[in-house]
Each structure stands twice: as structure tokens, then as C-alpha cells.
């Protein structure tokens, strides 16, 4: 790995457990084993460091969920519960310690830098686009009700999700993906079937 | 108004904006306008404080609810309803600063303190309780439909709120609040009616 990338790595774990505020020059450092001249070649101050951060968080959860995406053996809403799915367990695996990180950072610095906060956005908006690109397959192919608005329909679950995030990692528990995956797939997404009467 | 109060209303309006952490102990007492002797004559350490102003950020919420739960001009439903309408408004005549202190002090503390993880947890076990009573009279009177768990969509629904004031906070704009009002009053909680063929 590049010295580059490693600085991020390291940085990286450290602001998922403690924020980005409360991280350190030093402890990234020291983490990534350079010394700070190596820190500055690379980034102009921590600032940009930060915003190379976020980037760096996308491009993780943008990978991993990649691997769902392009599952050609998933249907279009398949692949998108097993994307929340496998989320969720990463956090469990991780004792729900840290979380999203892209969510993390707009509760901590959403107020403090317009900088953050307009990258922060541009994150979730791609991930609103990708989200939307698979409802829209999944409503072609009669998987979900035809009356639903995509794009608020995708608005609506990313956000739903970043509060579920939020509770088990306050519960420690995994029971907020319970509720959210038998809300949103077996009832919101749900096709209206005729009433018999 | 007594200089407990005092103490912790200065304190709350800091640590809403700041978070928790990065809010020092002179800052309180020079907004508080109090020397530090009274602090400790008050509370504990920090930490009480902190833990004490959960309980003033959770009545004041639990307050603004009150509003509308005991207002009997309005059905189960629209109790509900406009109590997140209220959130929404505060939220935007604060220019979308701060936020739900009790979602922000979990995110922000939820890892770092199990006091905290703990009465943040009684908070939001204590709201769910309140909203799901108000849910349950809603399906009484057919607001909602019968088949739907109460105990569940409590949880998914302030959890879907939390993210929702997430976006809120990062987009500066209202819209979140419109998408979840749509998307939870309008079609997930709605009666789903015969479909005529």
C-alpha cells in the first residue's frame, strides 16, 4: 500500500471510533507509522485530510456494495436488502462500535465546516442515485408498487437507515435492521395486493 | 429561575451546537454566568451534568409533545403527525443547527460512555412507549391498519426520524421532513383499501 493510502487507512479507523474532531495529527501518525512531513506532502492540513477521508469512506461502502449490485443471481430489490444486510452485519461484527461514517461525520461536523457538509452531501446524493437506478429496475420488473416516487422512496430509506445505524450502535443490537428490513421490504416496498372480500 | 436550571439551560443551548465532548467546563460556567464552586455544588463531575441534561433535553422534548398528544381536537393520527411537524419547524427557524439532542449525544457519546448509552437508551425506550400508546388508539379507531405490529413501527418510525433530522441538518432544507411526512403518513401507515378491478 501506497503512503498515501496508508495515512487514510489508519486515519480512517481512528475517526470512525472517535470523530474527526477529537482525532489527532499525532495518533494518525503514529498509526500509520510516517513521519509528519510525509502528512503534509500529501495533504495541505487536516481539513483536506478530512475531506480525502470522506472519500475514502465512499469508496469502501461504494465497493461493498458493488458486490450486491452486480450479483446477477440477486433481483433488483434483492440486491438492495442485501446491501443493508450486510451492513448490518459488518456493525455487528465490530461489536456496533463506530458506524456509518459518512453519517458519523454530518451529526459531528454537518455544523462546523461548509466544506464537510458539501461533500458529505454529494456522498449520499451518489448513493441516492444508485439506490434510485436499482428501485426503478425493481419497479420495472413488477417488484414494488408502481404508484411509489422513486426518489423520495430513496431518500426516504437511506435516511431511515442512518437512524437505524444510529440505534444499534446506542442498543448494541442488531434489532433496528430487524425492523427496519420487515418494514421497508415486507410492508413499505410491498406490492398492494387486491383485497379479497 | 434557580441556578441549577440556569446551569443547565446554558449548558444544553453549548453542548446542542458543540456536542458534548468538545464543550469545556469554563465555557458553561461563563454562559451560566455562575462561579465553578455552584457547578460542583450541583453536580457530581461532567459527566453527572451530562447525564442530567439528558433529563432536560428529554422533558423538554417529551413537553413539546405534550402539546399535541393532550390535544383532544385532533385524532390519535394527526397528534402524531403534527408532533413531527412541530420538531421539523424548530428545527428550521434554527436554521437546522444542532438538531435532536438526544440522536446527536448518540451518535457522539453512544461508544465513548455506557452511562450515557444507557440513559439514552431509557429516553428513547420512554418516547417509543409514548408514540406506540397514540398508535395503538390510532388502529383502535381505524386510522391505521390492524395489521400492523404497534411495537415495531414505533421503533421505525423515530428511528426513520433521527435520520431523517440527519438530513435535515447536512442539506440545511426542510425536504427530509416532507419526505417522511408523505412516506410514513401517507403510505406506510395508510389503510391499504380494496383495489377495484
Given amino acids: 500500500m501506497d503512503t498515501k493510502s496508508r495515512i487514510l487507512k489508519a486515519g480512517a479507523k481512528i475517526v470512525l471510533?472517535?470523530?474527526f474532531y477529537d482525532t489527532g495529527l499525532t495518533e494518525i501518525l503514529k498509526a500509520?507509522?510516517?513521519?509528519?512531513g510525509s502528512f503534509y506532502f500529501y495533504f495541505k492540513n487536516k481539513e483536506d485530510f478530512g475531506l480525502q477521508l470522506i472519500d475514502t469512506f465512499a469508496d469502501y461502502l461504494k465497493n461493498g456494495a458493488d458486490t450486491f449490485y452486480e450479483d446477477q443471481s440477486l433481483s433488483p430489490l434483492a440486491k438492495i436488502r442485501r446491501i443493508f444486510k450486510w451492513q448490518a452485519e459488518s456493525f455487528l461484527k465490530s461489536d456496533f462500535k463506530g458506524g456509518c461514517p459518512i453519517g458519523n461525520l454530518s451529526l459531528e461536523?454537518?455544523?462546523?465546516?461548509?466544506?464537510f457538509r458539501k461533500k458529505l452531501n454529494t456522498v449520499f446524493a451518489d448513493m441516492k442515485k444508485?439506490?434510485?437506478a436499482h428501485l426503478e429496475q425493481a419497479q420495472h420488473q413488477g417488484e414494488i408498487a408502481d404508484s411509489l416516487n422513486i426518489a423520495e422512496v430513496a431518500d426516504f430509506i437511506l435516511s431511515s437507515w442512518q437512524g437505524a445505524l444510529m440505534q444499534m450502535k446506542i442498543t448494541k443490537s442488531?434489532?433496528?435492521h430487524q425492523v427496519f428490513d420487515r418494514m421497508i421490504f415486507e410492508?413499505?416496498?410491498k406490492?398492494?395486493?387486491p383485497v379479497r372480500t
Same sequence: chains 1, 2.
Fill in 17 to 19: 471510533q472517535k470523530g
Fill in 32 to 36: 500509520a507509522d510516517v513521519p509528519k
Fill in 109 to 115: 461536523m454537518g455544523d462546523r465546516n461548509a466544506l
Fill in 130 to 132: 444508485r439506490l434510485a
Fill in 174 to 176: 442488531i434489532t433496528a
Fill in 187 to 189: 410492508r413499505f416496498l
Fill in 191 to 193: 406490492r398492494q395486493d
